[in-house]
């Protein structure tokens, strides 16, 4: 996912921006570039990125009458897969880095999922909220992906394309891109459990949940210590587990490849610990 579109120019409390090749400007409200980020979501880029959190977004599509009649929960061996956990997309938005990826709510199996997609292109699905890590820390979801990508270099930042992720964000200062993050990657070649820094900000570390061929095409229900994998992964930030969360996304990405893939979500909720 690159930033690509958009020059900044910046003043204190708002910018204007000008598309390329243009002298029009619009005025936000915040902004980020170099290693600057804003509160919800981190996101990679290489070059200047503006997020306007208070700009007019796109929402994810949404089949309610499929959604009703969903069912709750099915099983998968020993694990449970659970239905999204809500009928609409109405508190979630979408921002789109190179093109839009897709989703939307639809039922798989007699399932009600988030179905995400993408043709080459790279678009993120974020819900802006504070969760309190101290009373629920465990994050919880199941995906199923129905192909990797032919991708030996996604720790990379030409390879930094994944068939699913699962962001999570913490706000670390006052200004709005004083953030870290943690992505939850279903890995093509790095192998699972593998953790390393995301190639472009030493401020969001990609961990591999799951990886390979071999889990392809099946669910896997996965549980996460939200506030203990920010203590591991960025012990001089916190020296003790972060106590709040600002946000959490999902997403599906090949921009950088040219990559095609599907992905299905289930089940995402913060439980206690």
Same mark, same amino acid.
């Given at each position: 996912? /690159? ?5 900044? =120019?910046?003043? %204190? ?8 090749? =243009? ?22 880029? /290489? ?13 994810? +599509?949404?089949?309610? !009458? ?6 709750? =929960? ?7 897969? !659970?239905? %999204? ?10 921002? #789109? +880095?190179?093109? !839009? ?39 919880? %979801? &199941? %995906? ?9 270099? #996604?720790? &990379? ?14 706000? =670390?200062? +006052? ?12 890995? &093509? /070649? ?17 961990? !591999?949940?799951?990886?390979?061929? #071999?889990?392809?095409? /099946? ?20 020296? #003790? ?12 990405? @090949?921009?950088?490849? @040219?990559? &095609? ?13």
């Amino acid at each position: 996912m /690159s930033g690509r579109g958009h020059r900044p =120019t910046c003043a %204190w409390g708002h910018i204007q921006v000008s598309p390329w090749g =243009t002298e029009s400007r619009v005025n936000v409200l915040i902004f980020i570039f170099g290693d600057c980020y804003p509160p919800m979501p981190v996101l990679r880029t /290489s070059l200047p990125l503006v997020v306007a959190l208070f700009l007019p977004t796109a929402h994810a +599509f949404a089949d309610t !009458a499929t959604n009703t009649t969903a069912s709750n =929960t099915c099983s998968i061996g020993n694990n449970t897969v !659970a239905a %999204w956990p809500e009928l609409d997309l109405k508190r979630w938005d979408v921002r #789109e +880095f190179a093109g !839009a990826s897709q989703y939307r709510l639809t039922e798989h199996d007699g399932l009600r999922v988030l179905d995400a997609r993408t043709e080459g292109k790279a678009s993120v699905l974020y819900r802006q909220q504070e969760v309190d890590l101290a009373a629920t820390p465990i994050l919880s %979801w &199941s %995906w199923l992906v129905d192909s990797i990508y032919d991708n030996p270099n #996604e720790q &990379s930042k030409k390879g930094d394309d994944f068939p699913a992720r699962l962001y999570v964000v913490v706000q =670390t200062g +006052f200004l709005p891109w004083d953030t870290h993050a943690i992505n939850y990657v279903f890995a &093509s /070649s790095t192998p699972q459990d593998t953790q390393w820094l995301n190639p472009f900000t030493d401020k969001a570390m990609m961990i !591999a949940v799951q990886s390979g061929q #071999e889990a392809v095409g /099946s669910w896997h229900c996965e549980q996460r210590d939200v506030a203990a994998d920010f203590a591991m992964a960025f012990p001089e930030v916190f020296p #003790e587990p972060p106590k709040n969360l600002s946000g959490y996304a999902v997403m599906i990405d @090949g921009d950088n490849g @040219g990559f &095609s893939g599907q992905a299905r979500f289930g089940g995402l909720m913060f439980e206690p610990g």
